[in-house]
């Protein structure tokens, strides 16, 4: 049965004034989404010297979270209809707490083993939000997508910004300005106490008629959307980890490297408001990934060919492509999907492969520096990663539904 405009229009207002502690939630969520992951990029080159990590080494700090991402992606869902989303949530913030507090001991094991923890943290709320804007938001998922990846993106932006002026100027070190995130988490978690309250009445709702729906994993277009998200995913964590050395080869102080860092996730934030409340009234999305495609091509070949004129500019244009592709990955989520049952069993399943496939990007682009003694050859095999974006996002761009 068909739903009229004005119908749709007057349950999403209410589901926007009724859910306003939901919508607060989510946005504070999604400010610890990415700041415990970007704070660390401009302090590569200082938790190296004081550990003595070789460049591969030090990728594992962006890698290891992708892992744990393609790791626990798959059983979200599982947890959220064992606990109930909220609680799920909740949980997951309490561990992202954990985590942050042992990766700013002064200790390699402890620097690892608390990366660890906050990728299996950080992998619930990735799956379990954009099931929750399908359940709470059916008829306003473009615009909730918008509000929590702006808020993402924002946060995380000023961490990169942040990191090193925290580190030295004001005295932390590399640990106390990683460290200084933790508060933020425990905020965020004292406002979601009272939501995890009401998981136990939401967890059955996601099971019904679990029983009867097909595998995706045998469905073409949640193939496109995974490969989507892995390759968008394995474009921001490389430059998230590389992109501030990159910068310092082209002459930059690391100050400026971190700030760079932070301008390219700046960029984002008006295509990450923009692009999903857009591709959300279009039949299907294939302008939007064919511009994100000259965008990114635009951007990686002027950091390719060097000089420091336009070195802002190719950052702008890369982080608008790259904003550009998170958001489209994210609204695929939503509008690929019939429910939020489906919802959360395709962002597990795509973020479980997708992030397996981005944990490569860290390392191999570190090693692949090692070894050429050089920025350009990683720069080119980025440009190959956004061809494959380009296939994906065309595919994923279908007007149906898994």
Not at 309 to 315: D, K, Y
Not at 334 to 359: C, E, H, I, N, P
Request: net charge positive; hydrophobic share 55%.
């Amino acid at each position: 049965m068909s739903v009229s405009s004005e119908t749709k229009s007057m349950i999403a207002k209410k589901s926007l004034s009724v859910g306003w502690p939901i919508i607060l939630g989510i946005v504070l969520i999604a400010l610890t989404m990415r700041s415990p992951l970007t704070s660390v990029g401009p302090l590569v080159g200082s938790i190296r010297e004081s550990l003595g990590l070789s460049n591969a080494a030090a990728g594992l700090l962006t890698t290891l979270p992708l892992l744990a991402f393609a790791l626990l992606s798959p059983f979200a869902p599982i947890l959220a209809r064992r606990f109930g989303v909220e609680r799920t949530l909740l949980y997951a913030l309490i561990l992202l707490m954990a985590g942050i507090a042992i990766r700013s001991m002064t200790a390699t094991a402890s620097l690892f083993i608390g990366t660890a923890l906050i990728g299996l943290a950080i992998a619930a709320c990735n799956v379990l939000i954009p099931s929750l804007v399908k359940r709470d938001f059916a008829h306003q998922v473009g615009l909730m997508t918008g509000v929590y990846s702006v808020s993402m993106n924002l946060c995380g932006a000023i961490a990169s910004g942040m990191s090193i002026p925290l580190a030295r100027n004001l005295g932390f070190g590399w640990n106390g300005a990683l460290a200084i995130w933790g508060i933020l988490v425990l905020l965020v978690a004292l406002f979601w106490l009272p939501q995890a309250r009401t998981s136990r009445a939401s967890a059955g709702t996601a099971t019904s008629g679990a029983s009867k729906r097909r595998s995706l994993w045998r469905s073409p277009l949640a193939w496109m959307v995974t490969i989507f998200m892995g390759t968008q995913s394995l474009l921001f964590y490389v430059l998230i980890a590389w992109l501030p050395e990159i910068m310092t080869s082209r002459g930059l102080d690391e100050d400026s490297g971190g700030w760079m860092l932070s301008l390219f996730q700046i960029a984002a934030l008006p295509v990450a408001f923009i692009v999903p409340i857009v591709a959300g009234r279009m039949k299907n999305q294939r302008l939007l990934v064919i511009i994100m495609t000259v965008l990114l091509f635009v951007s990686l070949g002027g950091l390719y060919f060097g000089g420091n004129a336009f070195i802002s500019l190719w950052t702008v244009l890369l982080g608008i492509g790259g904003g550009c592709a998170f958001s489209l990955a994210m609204i695929f989520l939503s509008l690929r999907t019939k429910d939020a049952f489906d919802s959360a069993s395709l962002s597990g399943m795509s973020q479980s492969v997708g992030y397996l496939l981005a944990a490569t990007g860290p390392i191999l682009f570190g090693l692949l520096h090692d070894i050429t003694a050089s920025w350009n050859p990683p720069l080119l095999l980025l440009l190959g990663v956004s061809t494959l974006l380009l296939l994906a996002g065309l595919g994923a761009s279908r007007n149906r539904t898994v």
